[in-house]
């Protein structure tokens, strides 16, 4: 499918009309691929590809004018497939690279009957991803998108100049971050009260991951946003988005070990805990390493330094470049 091309301009429709187009490029690439579930790379890919799309499609709503199919929510639902089958993939690598090497061979035993169900939820979830690629609704978002590249239609706001607009863009999406409650939960915690620290720390976990979740949902779009415009911006602005990733990836290990733990229990129901206590352990290290790597950046985002330096940086972008990066 040949894309339409448009001369770089500094304005927000061309602006947007590029993003759009780099992402839709990636999800064609990686398409083929995925429809053969032919490697895990192609299927992070494309997800990663259809997600920024649609942050794209979303945070530049009030510039686009596109049809119903190219939608926050037609684009989420299909995304959403995929990242089905992309979850389950790297929960099979979470496995394997940090937890099986160290098992007893009586535990890997289980571990066995563990892949087992992997596969056959595995199977079900990718025969799923391939009928999603193949039905109407991702069949007429290509249509749609192609059409659009080939005729792009805007709002009047796409005359607008990037840089008169960046603040306001950008500064909603910081402060949904920042009075996330994420950022309270735990914070009064002291691993050093206990002498059981791993235990502890799942007592405080337990039940309320969820709040952590989503705080690392958040930083996911404010750092998808945050990225569309590093090219107007200067070192402290780019600092500020690798912390951000940081503290998505932190916290999105922080899930997968509550996600690991559910799927074991699923599985196992009461007797996981006997039937793999070496398992269990490794567990608790690895939650209580991440804690410990989460705590100085929640610490750090609680002083009101790094607020205003976080805010100052998107309050003052640069002069437009010549030429946008690809």
């Given amino acids: 499918m040949a894309l339409a091309t448009t001369p770089v301009s500094n304005n927000l429709g061309d602006y947007t009309y590029q993003a759009i187009q780099k ?36 945070s530049f709503s009030f510039v686009l004018s596109v049809p119903k199919s190219v939608s926050d929510r037609n684009i989420g639902k299909i995304a959403r497939k995929l990242g089905e089958l992309r979850d389950l993939d790297v929960l099979k690598e979470n496995i394997e690279a940090n937890f099986q090497a160290s098992l007893p061979s009586r535990e890997l035993k289980y571990l066995q009957k563990v892949f087992e169900v992997f596969h056959k939820q595995r199977e079900n979830v990718a025969v799923n991803v391939t009928k999603t690629l193949k039905d109407v609704a991702y069949k007429s978002l290509k249509s749609s998108l192609n059409d659009w590249l080939a005729e792009p239609s805007y709002q009047e706001s796409a005359t607008l100049a990037i840089e008169l607009v960046l603040p306001d863009l950008l500064l909603p999406e910081a402060s949904a971050f920042l009075l996330h409650p994420g950022w309270q939960f735990g914070s009064s915690w002291n691993q050093n009260t206990s002498a059981d620290k791993s235990s502890k720390l799942s007592e405080l976990l337990a039940g309320n991951n969820e709040v ?55 599985i196992f129901g009461k007797e996981f805990s006997e039937k793999l206590p070496t398992f269990v352990n490794l567990l608790a290290e690895k939650r209580q390493q991440l804690w410990q790597e989460w705590q100085p950046l929640q610490t750090r985002y609680l002083q009101l330094e790094t607020r205003q330096q976080l805010h100052l940086a998107i309050l003052h972008p640069m002069r437009s470049p010549d030429i946008m990066s690809s």
């Fill in 23 to 58: 992402h839709f490029k990636k999800i064609l690439k990686w398409e083929k691929s995925v429809k053969k579930d032919e490697d895990p790379e192609a299927l992070h890919q494309m997800r990663v590809g259809m997600r920024r799309l649609r942050t794209v499609v979303s």
């Fill in 212 to 266: 952590l979740h989503s705080l690392r949902k958040q930083a996911k779009r404010l750092r998808y946003q945050m990225e569309l415009f590093v090219d107007f911006y200067d070192e402290t602005y780019t600092g500020y988005v690798t912390e951000v990733k940081k503290i998505q990836d932190i916290l999105g290990e922080i899930h997968d070990v509550d996600v690991l733990e559910e799927w074991f229990v699923e």
